[in-house]
């Protein structure tokens, strides 16, 4: 979603800030554009496209030499994709780019018009930039409070006021914002990826303070005027990390990635013993003791990673999970209690309506755990305790590594849950952690499977329709698989519990709707069977993916994909590459930008 960047300090900011542009892309966008801050006036730079086109336009017109400068990627929230509605926007002194949705701009703008100030965009920002100009009255820090006191919804903001070209001022509420320095200046940006290449930590400014930036540092201010000091984090991410290296996208380096980030997320959590502890985190086992129930929130290939974790933990604990998609949760009136886990996952850890989901979680009283991939996000510092995936940066759109790792942490808490359990005593739980450490040679075996999987790809290429069936814990996978292959291939498909099918969805089967079928469960092995015949009597080619030493009878299945998997519960491990990698070839073969999809964001900061 929108990405923010700023830069003051002692060398040209256009060319850093582009830089940053183009590292915030993965987030998803449809504009861009740039302001640098002169002595005698703002420069400003936008267009409806991408960042190098932006360079050009700057290229073209100068680089320059101001030291001073915002900068925005911009997914349309108010308004067309067009220049006009690009960011920066300005208004009198003020020049600014947000993040964030402002909720009741049609009132402000109302105000707005009572003072005679029109807009020239369709936008909320600029309306906020209007708010902003009209409170301002030569002191930035009165009028940010000002502003920040009439806007409602999220944001982040990076600004710039004519009359002090060389400082950069930033605010936050809901929004993601880090901030870093070295001795080239100061950095704003949406996410640490482009700082990465110039900084080894940051901090986050606590929603409600300002931020001041000049060339030497950085000042933040408290809602109550006072100077507050930042709460420093070290980056443990490499910038090579965030790159390609080598492979023609992301989305296939971080499938590729996965053994790695199982083992790294594993790991730190193998006690001496061998068992499962959390104790390098912070998490006490009391935590998680006379836990009553368990409510998993989260969206999109998260959730569906709850999904898989709520089978895990009431095999395992004999607690009830439930799963809650997080836009939901919080208008449905949940009831909670402080007998109630709730476990927020989130990649990002900036994803608005987990977060919001984890705000309402603790005003009710609930014991909040998160489970996030970026550290010192906002869902990881809210939350009461978090566990920390190990997936590294995830800059494809399609969430592949950190899905793995997010399943693997859920089965982690599982073990703790369990403890409760006067059955569940240290044989158990050192089974339970041989397994887990297993996960991480079946992606890898699954890996090598990559020659087969794309030749299936090429089946389904020019498909419309398909369906993804499955039963138990392969439900949940044939809904992450059909996921994957919609937002990166855009052929729609629909995922079925495979035994729901005859009760409607089945009218749709046809020789023209193919049928990806997982089948990698034993306990239902045979129903799963009986099911690929319903589908296969009205013609469905079916792409069968199974277990290694599952043979289906001659002429069932169009193509069958035998995965390794030792024991049910981990399936998941294997299947999940597998489709991911049918999502990623199927687009690759229809010639799609895999890495940012279209009208999809990395990290989707607005409710
Ligand atoms: O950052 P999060 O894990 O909170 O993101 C949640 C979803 O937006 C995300 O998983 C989305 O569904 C992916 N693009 C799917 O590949």
């Not at 449809?30 to 400003?44: F, M, N, T, Y």
């Amino acid at each position: 979603m929108c990405g923010i960047m700023g830069y003051v300090g002692t060398k040209p900011a256009a060319p850093r800030l582009l830089e940053g542009l183009s590292r915030l892309e993965y987030r998803g966008y449809d504009s861009a554009g740039i302001a640098l801050a002169g002595e005698r006036e703002v420069r400003v730079f936008r267009c409806a496209g991408k960042v190098a086109e932006l360079a050009d336009l700057v290229a073209a017109r100068g680089m320059g030499t101001e030291t001073a400068g915002i900068g925005h990627t911009r997914w349309a929230t108010h308004g067309p994709v067009t220049e006009g509605n690009a960011h920066p926007h300005r208004a009198g002194h003020v020049t600014l780019v947000h993040n964030g949705i402002i909720e009741n701009y049609a009132a402000l703008e109302q105000e707005m018009a009572a003072l005679g100030r029109k807009p020239l965009s369709q936008t909320d920002t600029e309306i906020a930039a209007m708010v902003l100009d009209a409170a301002y009255g030569g002191d930035p820090v009165t009028a940010i409070r000002r502003m920040m006191e009439k806007l409602e919804g999220s944001y982040a903001m990076a600004i710039l006021f004519d009359d002090k070209p060389g400082t950069l001022y930033a605010v936050r509420r809901g929004s993601p914002l880090v901030v870093s320095g070295n001795e080239e200046g100061t950095w704003i940006a949406s996410d640490i990826t482009p700082l990465l290449a110039h900084v080894r930590r940051y901090f986050v400014p606590e929603e409600g303070q300002i931020l001041i930036a000049t060339a030497t540092g950085t000042v933040l201010v408290d809602a109550a005027g006072s100077v507050a000091a930042p709460r420093w984090l070290p980056i443990d991410w490499d910038d090579a990390s965030a790159q390609k290296d080598g492979y023609p996208h992301f989305m296939l380096k971080e499938i590729m990635e996965q053994p790695q980030a199982l083992w790294k997320t594993l790991q730190p959590r193998l006690g001496e013993d061998g068992c499962v502890s959390f104790s390098g985190d912070g998490i006490p086992s009391a935590f998680f003791r006379k836990c009553r129930r368990v409510i998993i929130t989260a969206c999109g290939t998260a959730m569906h990673a709850g999904l898989l974790g709520k089978i895990a933990m009431e095999r395992m604990a004999r607690i009830p999970v439930t799963v809650e998609i997080a836009s939901e949760f919080r208008y449905a009136g949940p009831i909670l209690d402080a007998d109630t886990l709730v476990i927020v996952i989130s990649q990002s850890g900036e994803t608005a309506d987990s977060l919001a989901a984890l705000r309402l979680a603790k005003e009710k009283g609930a014991r909040t755990l998160s489970v996030v991939n970026c550290k010192g996000s906002s869902i990881a510092r809210e939350s009461q305790y978090v566990l920390y995936t190990h997936a590294g940066p995830e800059i494809a759109v399609a969430s592949t590594k950190a899905f793995s790792v997010q399943i693997l942490a859920l089965y982690m808490i599982a073990d703790q849950l369990a403890l409760g359990r006067g059955d569940y005593g240290p044989a158990q739980r050192l089974a339970w952690a041989q397994s887990l450490r297993r996960a991480e040679a079946l992606a890898a075996r699954t890996l090598r499977l990559a020659p087969q999987i794309k030749e299936a790809a090429r089946e389904l290429k020019d498909a419309e329709n398909l369906f993804y069936i499955g039963r138990g814990m392969d439900s949940a996978m044939a809904s992450e698989g059909s996921l994957k292959l919609k937002e990166i291939s855009y052929i729609h498909s629909e995922a079925y519990p495979a035994g729901e099918l005859k009760h409607g969805a089945i009218s749709l089967v046809t020789f023209r709707v193919p049928v990806v079928a997982i089948a990698t469960q034993e306990s239902v092995r045979v129903k799963m069977l009986s099911n690929i015949r319903e589908v296969r009597a009205r013609g469905a080619r079916v792409l069968l993916i199974t277990r290694e030493g599952w043979q289906p009878e001659e002429g069932l299945c169009c193509q069958v994909m035998s995965l390794p998997a030792e024991e049910d519960i981990l399936a998941p491990f294997s299947v999940a590459v597998a489709l991911q990698l049918l999502a990623y070839y199927t687009a690759v073969e229809r010639g799609l930008p895999v890495d940012q999809p279209r009208n999809l964001a990395k990290s989707v900061t607005v409710e």
